[in-house]
């Protein structure tokens, strides 16, 4: 209703503006009516505006605090953008944002310590479940997620599945693509065969230092189909199979660990190119205007999700600000700040561009956008959580030797 | 003289103090009192140093034998599972306990952590336990069948050798994780398969470079400090400076910097490519590697290996040269003969110290190290960090702890400790 309040007035804004010359009014006559239309949508926007916090019901914690951790850099931007700056406004509480590299260890020390300074922590999908296996992670009452605006209840809001850990609460589709520099190789590789293919694209690959996507990417790009690649890759000779081509580039390349690295490495010229965080490339092309290129084929994609730390001193504040920041509302706005898609159904129509810039949509830079997801897999978190330790070995003997 | 008796027990002959008690008690309790004086000064310190050193110590060395998870959390089949051979067919009276404790860990939620443990000796029970801990509270006798409907990995036998192995608390399968080695559910030690076989080879890894790191100090530290102890004191003090000033920087800041001067597109390269050595296409990787690691790692270590030498260089009298000159010995000689033997208790302290430093290297190869420039402590902090197994970590460090020792037992051996000179 109120998304029709701003067409009407952008409408009586478009008329105006026509009838004003075809009619052949005044200059003053036509200025009054953009005018008049202007403050048409600025009131509707405003009552847009309001109606959206007002829509929100938050608690209120005067006094009370969040720790809240993320992976830093450009994503936590998106974050604080989203969901802290509007929950510090409306309930009043105090956040602290801390950083880290992923992984259990932190909390799993914390819990142990029976000290835990964690509140909530933003987790990778397989931590999320090894955690709330573990018993690392508090249990998390679903029916504290508000309902979409127009009423359908939370569990069916979000992308079927993704509820099915009972300790994590999903936020964010992000992926693990790769991406090259347009102006240093305007022919640039179009499939993720090419990535392994330095004969035909000579130069150093960045790759994360860990097996994860990189054997399910090797794989894609031995002709492996994205749908059988785990079923390759539990056995011994696909095993074999992905290292021998990850063999293949192993002297061009360049290992990176967090995400903030891939897009400084192709900046600095250091690659030529690397796989990395969809977001962190979005943001160095948005942000920083980088001649950077994302190919999309052979993604792999995961999902992020908020987990509350086994007996965490502030677990009350803790739950609200995980009920808020996966409202839909703040889904939403994240998916402004970074190219990293929101997890709830009814997020994505309200997606718009990216923040102060109009013409850049943020719908096409989403991993989960039609023409991104021709060929792409999704993270088998089970896959990893049996196979991490004996891959891990032996992808570090790998690299020693 | 004749006052002497006056204090002598006329009965036992024996010394007495003024106050008429015998001399010895008198003198032992004194030292008694400075004993416990002495006592209580170091106390604080010694309190310090079992808190924060030996006592997680051998809780370290404690964890690298030591894992009671499973016993802990499936306390049923723990015992009925170490009593079985590892070969024969798994029996009803095995599921069964299983079964039961399954229902007890999942309520508990610590079913994660068994099937975590479990998964360390096979891989693929991670999954195998989660589920069937899900489905455990419905099943009903007789139990194994009931599993293998479940999955067919309950049907193999390596399945129930990998829950007797990690049902033993008290077990080597650590340490001889730590060496390449795989504990069987027999009681056999067996190769790990080969293309997993990684730690031996950083061992020896790490000691190479620890070595080559303190010849290098040597090297290069010897003459800085020869110059230092002989220079006139205005050009020593600038030269020591130079040495301290980089000593007080801190580590991140120097290893950050060597990133900037060798990385392919840092001040070095760049200074090849202009002057001719090299073009823009083959620019020496320098960093990200072995070389990277060792030149940080000896550009950090080097005031280790100068300070000693100077001390010793400094307290040696200028006149043994001297005269050994004038007694017809050449430079060479003059040096060799006389001027370095007096400077080897100043290199074993330097050398000693810069080795046992550079093995325990952790920072630096893992910001310069790259894919092979990795060493024994980078994986230590793996397994605390990410892949989460303390037990490996722990043990991998009591191996590394008793390389030390054992080097630093040779030593004295060899050279002698009462040999070495801090300063």
């Known amino acids: ?401 | 003289m004749t006052d002497v008796t006056h204090f002598r027990d006329e009965k036992t002959g024996l010394l007495l103090a003024s106050d008429g008690t015998p001399l010895k008690t008198k003198l032992r309790q004194s030292l008694k009192t400075s004993r416990r004086r002495a006592f209580l000064l170091v106390a604080p310190l010694l309190l310090f140093i079992m808190a924060s050193f030996v006592i997680p110590i051998l809780g370290l060395l404690w964890q690298g034998v030591s894992n009671a998870t499973y016993e802990e959390s499936m306390p049923r089949s723990a015992p009925i599972m170490r009593a079985w051979d590892g070969s024969s067919a798994p029996t009803e009276e095995m599921a069964a306990a299983i079964v039961a404790d399954m229902i007890d860990a999942r309520k508990a939620k610590t079913i994660g952590k068994v099937a975590t443990r479990v998964n360390r000796e096979e891989s693929g029970t991670r999954s195998l336990f989660t589920k069937t801990a899900r489905r455990a509270a419905k099943m009903e006798a007789p139990f194994l069948p009931a599993l293998e409907k479940v999955n067919k990995k309950w049907t193999e036998l390596e399945t129930w050798q990998a829950i007797k192995i990690a049902a033993t608390s008290m077990t080597p399968a650590f340490y001889a994780a730590a060496v390449d080695m795989k504990y069987t559910a027999e009681g056999e030690f067996v190769p790990q398969s080969e293309e997993r076989q990684i730690y031996v080879s950083l061992f020896v890894k790490t000691i190479v470079v620890a070595g080559g790191v303190m010849l290098c100090c040597l090297l290069l530290g010897y003459p800085v400090a020869y110059l230092m102890a002989h220079l006139p004191a205005k050009t020593s003090n600038l030269l020591m400076i130079l040495v301290l000033l980089p000593f007080w920087t801190s580590l991140l800041v120097r290893t950050t910097a060597w990133i900037a001067m060798l990385q392919a597109q840092g001040v070095l390269n760049d200074l090849f490519v202009f002057i001719g050595i090299t073009n823009d296409d083959a620019r020496f990787s320098l960093i990200y590697n072995m070389t990277g690691t060792v030149i940080a790692m000896t550009h950090i270590l080097l005031p280790f290996m100068i300070l000693p030498l100077y001390s010793v260089m400094r307290a040696i009298p200028p006149s043994h040269v001297r005269a050994a000159k004038s007694l017809g010995a050449t430079n060479w000689t003059a040096f060799w003969r006389v001027y370095f033997p007096a400077t080897v208790p100043g290199i074993g302290a330097g050398g000693l110290l810069v080795f046992i430093l550079a093995i325990g290297y952790y920072i630096t190869p893992a910001l310069v190290g790259g894919q092979d420039g990795q060493l024994i402590s980078n994986f230590i902090a793996y397994h605390m960090q990410r892949s989460l197994n303390w037990s490996l970590a722990a043990a991998l460090g009591g191996i590394l702890l008793a390389i030390v020792l054992f080097l630093y037992w040779l030593y004295d051996r060899i050279v002698g400790i009462d040999n070495m000179k801090l300063g």
Not at chain 1, 42 to 69: C, E, I, N, R, W
Not at chain 1, 363 to 369: K, L, R
Request: aromatic share 10%.
């Open chain 1, 1 to 401: 209703m109120k998304l029709s309040t701003v067409v009407y007035a952008a409408s009586a804004l478009a008329l105006s503006a026509g009838f004003a010359h075809a009619d052949g009014h005044s200059n003053a006559d036509v200025k009054k009516a953009l005018m008049d239309a202007q403050a048409a949508i600025t009131k509707a926007l405003d009552a847009m505006g309001a109606g959206a916090t007002q829509a929100y019901d938050f608690p209120s914690l005067d006094g009370k605090q969040v720790t809240v951790v993320s992976w830093g850099g450009a994503y936590t931007k998106s974050q604080v953008e989203a969901y802290h700056k509007p929950f510090i406004a409306g309930s009043g509480a105090k956040i602290i944002s801390e950083d880290y590299n992923g992984g259990l260890a932190e909390i799993k020390a914390q819990v142990e310590a029976g000290n835990v300074t964690w509140d909530i922590v933003d987790v990778e999908l397989s931590d999320a479940v090894r955690a709330c296996d573990e018993g690392l992670a508090e249990e998390i009452d679903m029916s504290i997620l508000p309902p979409a605006p127009d009423g359908t209840p939370a569990m069916d809001d979000f992308i079927a599945g993704t509820l099915d850990v009972p300790c994590a609460v999903p936020t964010i589709v992000w992926s693990t693509i790769f991406a090259y520099d347009k102006s240093k190789m305007p022919n640039g590789p179009k499939t993720i065969g090419d990535f392994f293919d330095t004969a035909a694209f000579p130069g150093k690959r960045g790759l994360r230092k860990n097996p994860k996507a990189n054997l399910e990417m090797a794989l894609i790009a031995d002709g492996v189909d994205a749908g059988q690649v785990y079923e390759v890759l539990g056995t011994d000779e696909g095993v074999d199979r992905a290292f021998a081509k990850l063999d293949s580039i192993k002297d061009d390349v360049v290992w990176w660990e967090a995400g903030a690295q891939p897009p400084q490495l192709l900046a600095d010229g250091e690659v030529a190119m690397t796989t990395a965080y969809n977001g962190r490339i979005f943001n160095a092309v948005a942000a920083e205007d980088k001649p950077f290129e994302i190919v999309w084929d052979g993604q792999v994609w995961d999902l992020d999700l908020w987990i509350i730390p086994k007996g965490a001193k502030n677990k009350e504040a803790a739950m609200d600000f995980l009920a808020y920041s996966t409202s839909t509302e703040a889904l939403a706005k994240q998916a402004s700040w970074i190219s990293y898609g929101p997890t709830r159904n009814s997020s994505a129509p309200l997606v718009g561009s990216y923040d102060g810039k109009p013409d850049l949509k943020m719908g096409p830079q989403m991993p989960t956008a039609p023409q991104n997801f021709t060929n792409a897999l999704q993270n088998d978190f089970e896959f990893w959580a049996d196979n991490a330790d004996e891959l891990n070995e032996r992808f570090n003997a790998w690299l020693a030797s």
